[in-house]
């Protein structure tokens, strides 16, 4: 999906069509990165109606696809569910007032919005002053494979058609959609075990040729970008991302880019400075599954040069805007890249190794690693001379020594070694008894055991006998999230095993 602009013939006062907005997308897999993939890029976008007059609707129009590549659309405004218009080279998304032909009028309508005024939560219905905000709030959404084929959206408002009373047609003034699209850069070749990089890329067309030919390329208008990231341990979903949602980063510690001016470019030559792409990057955290960003863009008050159009700031560089450059706010998109991180991850418990075939794990030593999408793995459980093996849990199950894991995720398995039953003089056996204590840290929640046995907070140690095995489960209060054990246990898994033997200590760890 590419970036649609304004023309600065059509923009009054560099507000008059700006947007609210913040992308809906669907972003395909990138099924052949071997290190990362994307399963999901989304977001939800609200459009202010800066065009000083009622709309009356709403039309994308979606180069390249066919109907039946459309997702369900978001349906709740004013105009209810949009109507799917197929054309020879692809689709309209059109949401549309009804119309009373006994009082010829249309009985829905987005007032224009006054520049400067507030939005926040405004666009969204059962807000109190929704119907006079002069924005609402729309979502179309294509599925996975669709992605690939669309080759252009334009956004426009509808008003309607003065030679054809009671129709709607789009307006002529398409309203500005920057779409981040996503990608993972693998690790380079001296640093294999590197984590992948995901990049967002919002990147502007160049402007259009003029009416008139003139004797120099010209620019669009420019726009100052702040851009806000966070990261979250779960997947979003497109409903979250909202003005004043939690998820949604707005806070001056979660700024990724102060500022950055973005202008239409003419093509490269070697001559004209290219201001059209906007670049974010970084290694997501260990166990993210999502990367949300907020894009806020605010109009540009400062000079151009007036033969090229472009943005000429007081500072020359246009690092930041001063005094005089920064105009009003103009967008607010909020978008996520729903991740995984294709990798195995092996916890032991008790003593003995799990080798995968390809040599690549020797847990023991490596017991972490990424993996191509789609890999399969084969495990094999040793036991040491003093332990048994008892089974697999996570993505393996059972108790043969050996099992397959295909990786399509960020995959975990554990392996449980119980200590050889100890032998005493005259043939006779004994075992002794082992304490286990749990600790819950860092936050809330509640640990349970299989058998029963620990309910903690409230029974948090048990006696356990040498070589049997427990089963512990973490489960987080509400607002809080499981981080880790450690301790006896060592996993990012809510579940661990624990075998008797002494004494043994296990912590749970939680946070918001």
């Known amino acids: 999906m590419k970036a649609f602009y304004l023309n600065r013939n059509t923009l009054c006062g560099r507000l008059a069509i700006g947007p609210l907005l913040a992308i809906s997308m669907l972003i395909l897999p990138a099924i052949g990165d071997a290190a990362s993939f994307i399963v999901g890029g989304l977001g939800n976008f609200d459009a202010a109606n800066y065009e000083g007059q009622d709309a009356y609707g709403f039309e994308v129009k979606i180069e390249g696809i066919q109907a039946s590549d459309l997702m369900p659309s978001w349906t709740g405004n004013k105009f209810g569910a949009p109507v799917v218009v197929p054309y020879a080279t692809g689709v309209y998304v059109r949401y549309q007032s009804p119309y009373d032909s006994v009082n010829h009028r249309f009985t829905q309508a987005t007032v224009p919005k006054t520049p400067g005024a507030a939005f926040l939560g405004s666009c969204y219905m059962g807000y109190p002053s929704y119907y006079t905000a002069g924005c609402d709030h729309f979502g179309v959404h294509l599925n996975y494979t669709a992605m690939t084929k669309a080759t252009s959206t334009t956004y426009r408002w509808m008003f309607e058609d003065p030679a054809n009373p009671g129709h709607l047609i789009g307006s002529t003034n398409p309203v500005m959609v920057p779409t981040a699209t996503y990608y993972f850069i693998p690790p380079p070749p001296t640093r294999p075990t590197a984590p992948p990089e995901l990049v967002a890329v919002v990147e502007l067309p ?13 620019y669009g208008d420019a726009t100052w970008v702040k851009v806000y990231k966070t990261e979250l341990a779960r997947e979003v979903a497109l409903v979250e991302l909202v003005e004043g949602n939690a998820v949604v980063p707005q806070n001056a510690t979660q700024v990724e880019t102060e500022w950055q001016l973005m202008q239409p470019s003419p093509p490269p030559d070697g001559r004209h400075r290219q201001r059209g792409k906007l670049v ?55 978008a ?24 690549v794990i020797s847990c023991g030593s490596k017991c972490t690693s990424t993996y191509a999408l789609g890999t399969q793995v084969a495990l094999t459980a040793v036991a040491s001379s003093k332990s048994t093996f008892a089974g697999w849990t996570g ?8 099992c397959n894991v295909t990786i399509n995720d960020a995959v975990n398995v ?22 286990l204590s749990v600790k819950v840290t860092s936050g809330k929640g509640t640990i349970s055991s299989t058998p029963a046995g620990i309910s903690c907070g409230n029974i948090c140690s048990t006696t356990l006998t040498t070589g049997a095995t427990m089963t512990l489960n973490a489960t987080p209060e509400v607002g809080f999230r499981f981080v880790n054990w450690t301790g006896a246990c060592s996993s990012t898994l809510p579940t661990c095993v624990v075998t008797g033997g002494g004494s043994v200590s296990v912590q749970a760890n939680f946070t918001k």
């Open 280 to 334: 974010n990057q970084g290694a997501p955290l260990t166990g993210t599954r999502a990367v949300v960003r907020r894009y806020e863009t605010y109009a540009y008050t400062g000079a151009y040069d007036p033969i090229t159009h472009e943005a000429v700031c007081s500072d020359i560089t246009c690092n930041a805007p001063l005094d005089g450059e920064l105009g009003a706010l103009i967008s607010a998109q909020m």
């Open 336 to 359: 996520a890249a729903n991740i995984a991180v294709p990798s195995l991850t092996i916890t032991k418990v008790g003593s003995g190794n799990v080798n995968s075939a390809d040599k």
């Open 414 to 435: 554990t392996a449980t070694f119980n200590a050889a039953p100890a032998s005493g003089g005259g043939g006779g056996g004994s075992t002794t008894g082992s304490t």
């Open 206 to 218: 160049p402007p259009p040729p003029p009416p008139v030919p003139e004797p120099v390329p010209q």
């Open 395 to 402: 993505a393996c199950t059972g108790a043969a020594a050996t």
